[in-house]
């Protein structure tokens, strides 16, 4: 994606461009790295881009109209959203035709022509179909983010800011891991951090205050509290996040957190990995960046279960995560998680 973006700012720009993947914003965003990149100014910009649909054309039909020379400009941008529902023609020998001269368009595209093709994701064996397959040369995937951590410090980095550890762990904890939501709670925490001095840090008041998260009833608060083996605190602190965030929603952030939580304790608990360096133990546990920096905490949590603690526990996660699936039944949500409360450190 690095490489991508270096090229499209280097004014190095492909004919075709087939975003594929279920990170829109991130799409969206090359894709008005591509405009500004392809025309002098907002107005001849303005002129010629045109955005059609999918569901609205075949592949005969874009074509066609990538073929039509721009009448106001030396270029024109065509951009397809829903690009993973275009329209079928009516037979399957009008199909092959369509589909023939999209691959002749794409083995000698219009020089005066920029395309952006926007799919969400395929399943792989639609990808492998026509015309997906035939434009694999020119395919970018936006997959979903895995490393949220990564990217909000990069995302921080690239406006001059930087995370402090305990805003970054706060601010991935509750944050939605998409690139949409990430971007624009750190466009709202830089906006409201930038009317103090000094340093460009973003603090974990910071992320109270611009994300909504209480200072004191938070999963944070929770985690201490299961490592001090507090079940009074515990379930008090879950029952007021499950008030705020909803008793369902609330439930279930819960049990992510704490299955992440038991998993790395697990984890820490292998003789194999004690020996280890906390780089290569951070690494093991997928805390990158700055949060390397709580992988101490969690070398001390391993002292406060054992490991047929540990396994006991996330079974207890496994069966909660099942009975808010529905496979397994339960009377309130409530009663579910006092039960995983008592389970995990009664």
Known sequence: METLKKNILAGKLSPVYFFHGPESYLKEEFTALIRTAAFPSEEEAACNTHVIYGPDITPGDLVARASEYPMFSPKQLIIVRQFEKIKKPPSKDLQKQHDLKLAGYMNSPAEFTILVLDADQLEKKDAEKKPFSTLKPFRHDFPLIKTPDLFATQRAREAGWEFEPDALKAFTAYIQPSSREICQEIEKMITYASSRSGEKNITAADVYECVGISKTYNVFELEKAVAARNLRLSSGISLMIMDREGQKEGLGNIVRYLTTFFIRVWKLSQPEVRGMAQSDMAKLLGMYGKQ???????????????????????????DTDASLKGLLPYGDEKFLLLRLMQQLIG
């Open 292 to 318: 390397e920096y709580f992988v101490k905490n969690y070398l001390a949590y391993t002292r406060s279960f054992s490991p047929s603690q540990t396994s006991r526990a996330l079974l207890a996660l496994k």
